[in-house]
Structure formats: structure tokens, C-alpha cells
Nanobody, 124 residues
Framework: QVQLVESGGGSVQAGGSLRLSCKAS????????LGWFRQAPGQEREDVAC????????HYADSVKGRFTISSDTRENTVYLQMDGLKPEDTGIYTC?????????????????WGRGAEVTVSP
């Protein structure tokens, strides 16, 4: 049974950092793309970052390029999202998703499996 469990959310001031973790079970990293998408209050969901396997290619939304880094630890079967230089507009629920292939999906609805999400709040 595929499961994705996020952790690491919290509240920080603008300019601060957080690291989100997505612990995967029921499958092994290295065969499927995993990524993060978010939903700000009152907004549509949007893609944030994705990592394809096994080439470890990464993709980022323009709004987070240079500030967020997606990485993985195959020993821990976990994907991370390091978020630096946080801004109030980064506030939202961050959800981890797993694709059904090794390639990153075009958009967040194409992730086959989702976690429950982790809340991130950035104050001015």
C-alpha cells in the first residue's frame, strides 16, 4: 500500500527556513517521480518542485527557483523540500505526490498518490 507522510511544517518569519520531509512507504524511491505542490488560503493548488528518478532531474516553479531545493535519501525512502528565504506568499498546505512513472508529471493533478499535507505559515 503506497503511503506518503509529510512532516516538518511550521511557522516562521519571512526570510526564515523550513525543511519538509515526505516519508514514502509501499514502494521504493528510484522508480517513480516525486514532487511537492501547495495550496495557499483561497488559492488554487500549484506545483512547487519535482524530482524524477533515476536521473534525479529536478524541476521548480519560477516562484521558488533559487530558494527551494528538492532532494532525496533513498536509504530513508524520503524526499525533502528545503525552503530558504521564505516569504509570506509561501504560506499554504504543502503536499507530497508520487507519479506513476519516473517522469515528473505536467501538473499536480497528475500525481497518482498524495500525502495529507503539511502546513507552512510565513509571517511578515
Amino acid at each position: 500500500q503506497v503511503q506518503l507522510v509529510e512532516s516538518g511544517g511550521g511557522s516562521v518569519q519571512a526570510g526564515g527556513s523550513l525543511r519538509l520531509s515526505c516519508k514514502a512507504s509501499g514502494f521504493l524511491l528510484g522508480f517513480y517521480a516525486l514532487g511537492w505542490f501547495r495550496q495557499a488560503p483561497g488559492q488554487e493548488r500549484e506545483d512547487v518542485a519535482c524530482m524524477s528518478f533515476p536521473d534525479s532531474g529536478t524541476h521548480y516553479a519560477d516562484s521558488v527557483k533559487g530558494r527551494f531545493t528538492i532532494s532525496s535519501d533513498t536509504r530513508e525512502n524520503t524526499v525533502y523540500l528545503q525552503m530558504d528565504g521564505l516569504k509570506p506568499e509561501d504560506t499554504g498546505i504543502y503536499t507530497c505526490g508520487r507519479a506513476d512513472t519516473w517522469m515528473c508529471p505536467a501538473r499536480w493533478p497528475d500525481y497518482k498518490y498524495w500525502g495529507r499535507g503539511a502546513e507552512v505559515t510565513v509571517s511578515p
